[in-house]
């Protein structure tokens, strides 16, 4: 699915149009304003030029800013489709991305992890859509980036329904003190969603901005085809 990326710039465009044609209504008031009074103005005792002199210069000012403001939100809408059509190249790609959260499909779900140093121990906690941890299990305690398979199952040995599943990987050095770990995922791009400025990619149910994208690839079927 993709959203048009201009929609962001909507709110912005009525304001601007708004303004400006409140700017036209107040300008004809005041020029009618300044004409009837320059009528009935008493030859004796003229009007002081330098007042009105100053609300056409405010008037112009304004209108001036306007004008920039709708330049602006040209250049902004371009930006938009410009990412709105790069981010299309997404499609049908496989992509690694930080994230903690993927799905389980046919009993199988996987993560992966990195910790910055030998652990003394690494536990792994996944959690259901509601929160609910429903495993808990060690993990790899060396050095470095390692891949954990999930089956599906809960630390009772049930199977569980297909969805959406968070890790959360808590490891910790032999003071007992906790160690930085990230968590990434992958997956096939199956949709990308534009919208306020964010691009947004769709892994089956799970999203993903790009800004979190580590690595890009074509499946490997579709580069053997």
């Not at 100053?54 to 410009?82: M, P």
């Not at 690494?122 to 959690?127: A, D, F, K, R």
């Not at 809960?154 to 890790?167: P, V």
């Amino acid at each position: 699915m993709l959203i048009d990326a201009t929609t962001g710039t909507t709110a912005t465009s009525d304001a601007t149009k708004t303004a400006s044609n409140n700017l036209a209504d107040n300008l004809d008031t005041f020029l009618t304003l300044l004409t009837t009074q320059m009528k009935h103005q008493d030859p004796l005792n003229p009007m002081d030029s330098a007042e009105f002199t100053q609300q056409l210069v405010s008037f112009s000012e304004v209108e001036q800013s306007i004008a920039s403001n709708k330049n602006l939100e040209q250049l902004i809408g371009l930006q938009q489709a410009t990412q709105a059509t790069g981010i299309v190249n997404y499609l049908g790609k496989e992509v690694e991305a930080v994230g903690d959260q993927t799905a389980l499909q046919d009993g199988s779900a996987t993560w992966q992890y990195e910790t910055p140093a030998n652990a003394a121990s690494v536990v792994l906690n996944i959690s259901d859509s509601d929160g609910n941890v429903v495993y808990v299990g060690g993990g790899e305690t060396s050095e470095g980036t390692h891949t954990f398979h999930w089956d599906g199952k809960d630390s009772n040995g049930n199977t569980l329904n297909d969805g959406l599943y968070t890790i959360e990987v808590i490891a910790k050095d032999a003071n007992s003190q906790d160690l930085t770990t990230s968590t990434m995922i992958s997956g096939l791009v199956t949709g990308v969603e534009s919208a306020d400025g964010v691009q947004v990619l769709a892994l089956g149910d799970v999203k993903v901005p790009v800004s979190q994208v580590m690595k890009l690839s074509v499946p490997k079927e579709t580069a053997e085809n």
